[in-house]
């Protein structure tokens, strides 16, 4: 039986009567889930915030609300009352640059409403909905994200040069305002490839790869299978994205999925294979352990790696496994990005 101060407080901000019953009921139906209120707008949301004690541990947070946008909601509160924030996002929403948006501002996750069957709360949809709730309700959260990213201007300064012919980066949750602050510090004409991997809800990466696109110097676009040229390249939902020996981009949709597929350990693995000392290695933000694998292998083979440091992180698993594994570099975002941009092009391994 699952203790009071075991079970997982909801608060539900969501203007449609339906929907908000609807998700309250499937919520519930989970033992170890409370939902403690339903709020219709997001002044209401920001109110109730303010009074609930104890507090709620998630806010799930509509983005087409009256008044007040979901968006400039959630930055006023990762601001002033910091929560674990999993917007839910409807049809018309999805990959759309204010669901990103809500990601750069503190928010830990866009789902769609679309994969949520609410008429079937006791299905296995619902099942892993509310786990992913759970697991979601337990993360800390920061202040003032975007804030926290920065860090002093000459904290690398002292680093030797380094070559690197490629760059591997993956995240996960809090993955989208990382990796536009590490990307920030880049000139628009960066010659090293940059691989990404960036675990994301189904629907949401063509949506995210243009609103990178937007925030970043250098062009983002979604990997396809060939030749590697300069720019970010972003893996495509369902693919495993490798770099072979013969320095091309090949996408896998057939191989073991995993935990994950895109998967980091799968990119830093053959980044590790095909680009040899010449490789780079960057785990960012993210639960679980996906990435630590491969920047293990990337730094046998010679290359550099980098991982996000736990003040900057929304959650420390996937770097701290990262730094289990001897990531050479502990770094917030922005100094992760300087530290890319002192790089010389290096030819790839032969």
Not at 308 to 335: H, I, K, R, T
Request: hydrophobic content about 45%.
């Amino acid at each position: 039986m699952t203790s009071g101060d075991d079970v997982r407080r909801v608060l539900i901000c969501e203007d449609s009567i339906t929907y908000a019953t609807g998700l309250s009921r499937l919520l519930s139906r989970d033992p170890d889930i409370s939902v403690v209120g339903v709020c219709a707008s997001a002044e209401e949301a920001i109110v109730r915030l303010g009074q609930l004690d104890p507090k709620p541990h998630l806010l799930t947070m509509d983005l087409e609300l009256p008044g007040m946008s979901g968006g400039d909601a959630i930055e006023q509160i990762m601001n002033v009352q910091p929560i674990p924030i999993l917007v839910l996002a409807g049809g018309a929403d999805r990959g759309s640059p204010p669901a990103l948006a809500s990601l750069a501002a503190g928010a830990l996750e866009v789902l769609s409403k679309d994969a949520l069957d609410l008429r079937d709360p006791a299905g296995a949809d619902a099942a892993s909905f509310c786990r992913r709730v759970k697991l979601l309700s337990g993360v800390r959260v920061l202040r003032h994200p975007r804030g926290g990213l920065s860090r002093r201007p000459d904290e690398d300064a002292g680093s030797p040069p380094r070559t690197a012919s490629v760059i591997g980066i993956c995240a996960s949750v809090g993955g989208p305002r990382a990796l536009a602050s590490v990307l920030a510090e880049l000139p628009a004409g960066f010659a090293i490839p940059i691989l990404v991997v960036q675990h994301i809800g189904d629907g949401f990466v063509g949506g995210f790869a243009r609103w990178l696109d937007d925030q970043v110097p250098p062009t983002v676009r979604l990997a396809g299978s060939g030749p590697l040229a300069p720019g970010i390249w972003i893996a495509p939902e369902g693919a495993h994205l490798t770099l072979s020996a013969t320095r091309s981009l090949r996408l896998d949709e057939r191989g073991d999925p995993g935990p994950h597929r895109p998967s980091g350990d799968v990119l830093l693995r053959s980044i590790a294979t095909g680009a040899g000392a010449g490789g780079v290695a960057v785990v960012l933000t993210g639960m679980g352990r996906d990435g630590a694998d491969g920047l293990g292998a990337v730094q046998r083979a010679g290359g550099l790696t980098i991982a996000q440091d736990q003040a900057s992180c929304a959650v420390f698993g996937m770097p701290s496994a990262a730094a289990e594994q001897g990531a050479e570099l502990v770094l917030g975002p922005a100094a992760i990005g300087r530290r890319l941009r002192k790089l010389r092009v290096a030819r790839a391994a032969a």
